[in-house]
């Protein structure tokens, strides 16, 4: 698989639980991907761009798209601020220039076709692949309509079939690429009139860029639009104006969309593979609390038992011995007595017989 | 004692099925119905108002992010009193549990209506893992954990259907279900969470943050614990005649215990949220509109709440307390809510805003009624509130 260089989920094994499969976790190694090489991307000149709408009629007939109610030559279409739908896999929006109040300025959407994308990292069932050619393709085969994709993507181009009942498909432009394949043009860079569109290998359509910024510096602002945002992308953009004034996002940042992830997705197998641990030494801990409170229990019910128990026998043993005192005592009477009474009853005898 | 008698002891004669109450909730499922007729025939087009900016609306905000959030209680609980060994708690486990139960298998008969092709969901599983999504994450472990609250629920059910030996195999499973119920509930939840990860260009700085799954995983316990006060409260208004004296005898220790915990866990909460906030340094964003909102959530939902649960269990006051699970549910609600759909899109004009159809709405209410219908109609045939006589010796 081309697109998910980084597979670190844990595969939970059939009960529940097993071990984490980490595979190469780019995000967090010195490793970073610039892009296949060799792989295609167009230059969008948006300074050359006349806003004919030639390249959105052109993308509706190679992909046999549905014909919309207002026709490509109705440019009042422009008055309105437009998005890549399930019928229009790209559209040209109109901008106010501030820098020559009263001109307008155009600016193709379509699919940025990143080098990294985040729909094909956000898709649980892998039915986006980055291309070797350069382009982001769709597999409607195993989607299952989850949406995640177009939560995911930091430009709003995928779209869905909102009204289709049994096969909704999402949607976006395919950067043509099996006309690539065939060795033509994508239909939008083919039909343009004003030569705003360029295609070619990446590297040289950054060359290309590069060039035409510094032989006319007053022209074009210093930056190439998906050089590095969001990891890069294989359009490129290059503006007379700021990249905000024609409705271009400058906050994206340059973190692939997968490296945004990388660190929840590192946690789960962790997480995985620990809580067995802390969980089970809480049920121990707290079992063995229960048993020692237990044990100390019956200790102390022993002791007092005990205590109870020596008391007792003390108790006994004095009352015994005082008993056996008081019964020696009464004997040693009785015997005294007995005696005393043999003795006075032998003087009664002796006196009898005198 | 026989089955019969068990009845006899347990459910006096029913009342008549004619009720105002019945009339309402057949008015909801008739409703519901047809909706789900119109979703299947006429496509989400039809009953939503999904549009290519809002590819996630008040199903996945509310029936999926909320619902999950509101059924944490069964973890929390079964973990509280299995686990970490507070028994005291052990009559709240069952009532927990299938609240839980109940609840995820909502959030997936949910997301059958939410997606675009509900039978291929189990391609993730078994067909085309896209292991590098954090969706992937959540979906293998919502479908293994709704196979543990299965397991864990069956028990009542086996009892109830008279089937021991069954019944005993599967009690002897608690402790692996537990452990295997909090593992999957901590992923899960705060997965949840990290789905907004990958778009921080879309989500208000404020509620976007690296730290998405951590608060996802813990605001879901005190939703949990707030769930089983609130839950129980309202099982004790309509459900009396179902509770034993255990049941009885322990329930004012669990909203007590319950209480305070959440209390402690929201405080904690609102300190990691903070640390949040200054960890991006987003702080001038709390000045603007979207700011104001945010601290609504957090100190009238969240702060307030926390507060009154502390103060409540001071005083010993039930009443305050149930006001207080109240508010905390309905502030998970409002959490989940900005962070799937107000604070999402943020930056767009006020007519691309998204705003749930009637369709959408009737069809959360369908499932919600689902949920409260299948619950009354166990607890008054199974022993959720009482032990079941047979089995009092087991546990």
Redesign the interface.
Known sequence: MSVSRRKFLAWMGGAGLSTAVGRKAFAASNKHFEGYPDSFGVLHDTTLCVGCRSCEAACNKVNDLPQPEKSFTDLKVLDEKRRTDAAAYTVVNKYESVKKPGLPLFRKIQCNHCLEPACASACFVKAFTKTKEGAVVYDASVCVGCRYCMVACPFNIPAYEYDKVLDPRVVKCTLCHPRLLEGKLPGCVEVCPAEALTFGKREDLLALARERIRKHPDRYVHHIYGEKEMGGTSWLYITGESFEQVGMREDLGITPAPNLTAGALAVVPMVAGLWPLFLTGAYAMSRRKEKIAAEEQAGAVANAIAETNDAAEKKLAQALEKAKKEKEAAIQKEVKKALEEAVKAQEADKEEDA | MSQDAVKTKFFPPDRSFYTPVNMVVGCIMAVGLLFTVLR???????V?N????Y??GLWIGFDLMAGVALAAGGYTTS?AC????MKRFHSAVRPAILTAFLGYALVVVSLHY?????W??P??LF???????????V???VA?YLT?LFLEYSVTALEWLGLKKLRHIIHRLT?VLT??G???S??HQ??LG?????????LHPLWYS?Y??VYFFISSMFAGLSMVIFEGSLSHKYFHDKMDDTYLGEHDGVVLGFAKGASFIMFAYLVIKVIGIAMDNTWHYLGSGYGMWFLVEMLGFVALPGFLYAVAVRDRNFGLIRKAALITVLGIVLNRLNVCLIAFNWYLPLEDRYFPHIGEIGLTIFMVTIGVVAFKFIVTRMPIFYEHPDYKESH
């Not at chain 2, 990290?194 to 879309?202: D, G, Q, T, V």
């Open positions: 299947f025939t006429g496509g989400l087009s039809m939503t999904l549009d290519d900016n590819p996630w973990a299995y686990l970490f060994g939410d997606v675009g092709r509900p291929r969901l391609y993730p067909w085309s893992q896209g292991t590098t999504s954090l969706l992937f994450e979906g293998l472990c293994l543990v402790l452990i295997f909090v593992i999957l901590t992923l705060s997965s990290a789905l907004f990860i990958i778009a921080p260009s879309k690296q998405l799954a």
